[in-house]
């Protein structure tokens, strides 16, 4: 089978690595893909989004499957252009269609979902430019902090949590006066502030039937101790300790089960992953927002710690058998750190050589953010590689990680050393 991944980050870099396994696989494309990628994989240069340009290659290469890493295509619709398109109705395409990619696309879609299912979250409402008074009268009523959401993609940095309530009120005028996030901060959903610690659970789903992948932390803090700007990820481990089988059957009760009833219900249809943002309060598990895809850098810590043929999984997927797939869970623990470009999350250079990465030893190298220039490898993002090790728990298995990250050079590159510290 041939294969086309869409995407250039560490996740696409993981499923690649995984794909790249199976007996089943004749020939995998990436696009855009990134150094790493490169490696295993025919790299062809197009956008995610580009969906004519994503048919050309699919037809002209003889693809009989798309795998979709990144939300922006699926909020966008490719996988209703394909099921539209005669010449591609017959292509498996691993990612939810349009309309149930609306999860992730608007908060306040998600949100009204969690409401009808009866999903616990965090108490919420919406606002628009022309409802900003009520936005303000809604903040004087809450207890600080204060989370302001974009309901639309903002690319991981619509989410503005604040202290003082007369600087949330500003930052509210910003996000819909004066469109600091763009189209995406046209309505603002004000959610309560829930105390406690985050975790990701991930499902597999065929629209039918479901498998839940192992669960996975991460780290979205630039700086040490959860400190400074949020970022796309500065690391992850998997399993989360703290997830224990009581907790974990709460959310298989209240979250997991409500949730892929909820899609039947409202006849959403729904073939990929579904990433449930989870905060444990107490002992009891809230939704924080769901995604549509795998996370990053929580798949380089889930993807390796599936045994089972990923090319056979996402064939059953494609044709509604997932219940006759056994997952197979790796037992050791994954744990990855991040290497970032100086200046991440703010401003940074790109096109930095890397050095070091033949010495690596017992860990995975998976590309985040490079490309290939004159036949050497340089950074090309803010996020840059992905380290990632076993070990008997996540101590041992960021131990490793740490170690081999020391072989590891770029000018500006920085990395948290204090992973795992809250756990």
């Not at 993981?14 to 790493?36: C, E, I």
């Not at 996988?79 to 908060?107: C, M, R, W, Y």
């Not at 306040?108 to 009268?137: C, D, V, W």
């Not at 590689?385 to 960021?398: M, N, P, Q, R």
Request: charged content about 20%; proline content about 4%; aromatic content about 8%.
């Amino acid at each position: 089978m041939n294969i086309l991944l869409l995407g250039s980050g560490g996740r696409e870099h993981t499923l690649a690595w995984k794909l790249n396994q199976s007996p089943k696989l004749n020939q995998l494309f990436v696009a855009p893909g990134n150094a790493g990628t490169s490696v295993i994989a025919d790299n062809i240069p197009i956008s995610v989004n580009d969906f004519e340009a994503i048919k050309a290659t699919v037809v002209n290469n003889d693809i009989q499957m798309v795998v979709v890493g990144p939300e922006d295509p699926l909020v966008n619709g490719i996988h209703d252009f394909f099921l539209n398109d005669p010449d591609l109705q017959q292509i498996s395409v691993i990612g939810p269609q349009k309309e149930a990619a609306t999860l992730e696309g608007s908060k306040e879609f998600a949100k009204q979902f969690m409401m009808r299912h009866n999903i616990p979250t965090a108490a919420y409402q919406s606002f628009t430019a022309a409802t900003l008074n009520e936005g303000f009268a809604f903040l004087e009523s809450l207890q600080p902090p204060y989370v302001l959401k974009a309901d639309g993609l903002a690319a991981g940095k619509g989410v503005v949590i604040l202290s003082e309530l007369e600087e949330a009120k500003m930052e509210l005028q910003r996000m819909l006066v004066d469109a600091k996030f763009g189209d995406a901060s046209t309505t603002v959903v004000i959610e309560e502030f829930l105390s406690g610690i985050e975790l990701s659970c991930f499902v597999l789903t065929d629209g039918k039937d479901y498998k839940v992948l192992p669960t996975a932390k991460d780290y979205k803090r630039i700086g040490e101790g959860d400190t400074g700007l949020n970022t796309g990820g500065m690391g992850a481990i998997s399993p989360v300790p703290f997830a224990d089988a009581s907790f974990m059957e709460k959310v298989q009760k209240r979250i997991i089960a409500p949730t892929m009833e909820g899609f039947q219900k409202d006849r959403i249809p729904y073939q990929g992953f579904v990433f449930i943002g989870l905060i444990k309060v107490g002992e009891d598990p809230f939704v924080i927002e769901y995604n549509v895809r795998l996370g990053d850098p929580e798949t380089e810590v889930v993807i390796p710690r599936i045994k089972n043929d990923l090319v056979e999984v996402f064939e059953a997927v494609a044709q509604e058998q997932l219940r006759n797939i056994n997952l197979e869970i790796e037992k050791r623990a994954t744990a990855t750190v991040m290497t970032v470009s100086g200046g991440y999350p703010e401003a940074y250079e790109k096109g930095k050589e890397i050095s070091g990465l033949t010495s690596i030893k017992d860990s995975l190298v998976f590309h985040a953010g490079t490309t290939l220039k004159k036949g050497k490898t340089v950074t090309n993002g803010g996020r840059v590689l992905a380290i990632t090790s076993y070990g008997t728990d996540f101590k041992e298995a960021l131990a490793q990680s740490y170690q081999n990250v020391k072989n590891i050079s770029f000018e500006g590159m920085y990395y948290r050393s204090d992973l795992g510290f809250d756990l």
